[in-house]
């Protein structure tokens, strides 16, 4: 690696650090039920300009109450399209496993996250309430690539 490619890769590294998921993250989510059809899931990706939706109310507990939730990516739609299955739900494709991050977080500890689990979204939670909070996948590129200029 070259002296200038040490010197952005640590530019990188300390925008990352001194950068907290709640500064760099756009607030809010877009949802959707579980029983969603996944072309409708396509269209909001696609309107929204997003690679996630989280979906809401794929369990409910005893007393009726949704609290399950899941998270539908991009890839989920490939896969899903790719095995000729578009005609399923959101909460027939949605991860019940994802990994979350608190807002008060480092965006280097998101990054960390991410690659450790060869994921490319996390869900972020208020550290107050642990509701879900928003989804910091751009906001991550957004930050680094402000450094390269």
Not at 7 to 35: I, P
Request: hydrophobic share 45%; aromatic share 2%; with cysteine.
């Amino acid at each position: 690696m070259t002296a200038r490619g040490n010197a952005s890769t640590s530019r990188f590294s300390s925008a990352l650090a001194e950068t907290y998921v709640s500064e760099a993250m756009h607030e809010g989510l877009v949802t959707c039920s579980a029983d969603t059809p996944l072309s409708s899931v396509a269209s909001m990706m696609s309107q929204e300009h997003i690679h996630a939706v989280v979906v809401s109310g794929i369990a409910t507990d005893s007393l009726g109450d949704d609290h399950a939730w899941g998270i539908v990516s991009d890839l989920d739609l490939l896969r899903a399209a790719l095995a000729g299955s578009g005609a399923l739900t959101a909460g027939q494709v949605a991860a019940m496993e994802f990994l979350t991050v608190d807002a008060g977080e480092t965006l280097e500890r998101a990054a960390q996250v991410m690659a450790e689990h060869e994921v490319t979204h996390l869900i972020v939670l208020d550290p107050r309430t642990g509701h879900a909070v928003g989804v910091p996948t751009h906001d991550i590129a957004r930050v680094i690539g402000s450094q390269g200029r």
